[in-house]
């Protein structure tokens, strides 16, 4: 989620009195216009890592999706998984509130926020800065900036020694669990109209190497314009192509097993 990292003092009882000093009134569905740290460290409890449980992927939040312009595809698997980057954290503003997977975001829980994990995702979390380690839960979407790789929630900042800095170089590593691994299959969906002569149209004006893949769909009165059914790599490679040659809008449609599952909202028309 997008929100402004604060900075805090040497010490966190001096913190806080700066920053509820700073704290801005109450605006849009958050209590506060930016983001603040709490009135208290975490407990013993409340530092311990998070305890991998194997879970079902959760029923939302797992659906490409697009923010501020940008489109983020959701991995479909979070097995191998390991990159480094920069991690910040988030508190008061967001703590109570719905995260992207229909939970409520707890900053003294050890909780992250990625835009591409699968959702739940266990991860490992290295400050690089100092080789401090722990174990979180991937349960949001965020952190929304091209230089910042996870969001932490407040007690894994806190364990990790990033709240005073607000950001720090991470490793973050996900927590594999051995299980079979199911190969979906997707559509690459081009275009959607209520208009049926419109699809066909511009089916016919695809390029030929395009149309060999090319099929249509007709839900009650909308019809979509689709390339596949594609393996994840090759339906991944298309998108990409596709965007970049004249579908800016295109997404992946999952292939369940009663019907193809769009991964993203957004039709066009």
Request: charge should be neutral.
């Amino acid at each position: 989620m997008t929100h402004k990292m604060v900075r805090l003092g040497a010490s966190l009882v001096s913190c806080v009195v700066l920053l509820h000093g700073c704290s801005s009134q109450p605006s849009g569905r958050y209590q506060q216009a930016h983001d603040s740290a709490p009135t208290r460290i975490p407990t013993a409890t409340e530092l311990q890592s998070a305890t991998p449980v194997q879970e079902p992927l959760s029923r939302q939040g797992n659906q490409d999706y697009q923010v501020n312009g940008v489109f983020y595809d959701v991995m479909e698997r979070a097995e191998g998984y390991s990159e480094t980057g920069i991690a910040s954290w988030y508190g008061n503003k967001f703590h109570g509130h719905l995260t992207s997977n229909g939970e409520y975001y707890d900053m003294y829980s050890m909780t992250a926020a990625h835009t591409r994990l699968p959702l739940p995702t266990y991860v490992r979390v290295t400050n690089l800065n100092n080789q401090r380690q722990v174990i979180v839960r991937v349960n949001d979407r965020g952190p929304f900036h091209s230089d910042r790789l996870i969001d932490l929630s407040f007690a894994a900042a806190y364990k990790l020694d990033i709240v005073g800095h607000g950001t720090a170089p991470v490793k973050v590593e996900a927590i594999e669990f051995l299980s079979p691994a199911v190969e979906h299959r997707y559509y690459v969906q081009l275009f959607a109209s209520e208009d049926a002569q419109k699809i066909s149209t511009l089916r016919d004006q695809l390029p030929k190497n395009w149309q060999a893949h090319a099929t249509t769909q007709s839900n009650e009165s909308l019809h979509k314009l689709l390339l596949g059914p594609l393996p994840q790599v090759e339906a991944n490679k298309w998108l990409q192509q596709v965007r970049a040659k004249g579908f800016p809008n295109a997404f992946r449609v999952k292939i369940t097993a009663n019907s193809a599952e769009a991964t993203d909202s957004n039709n066009q028309n």
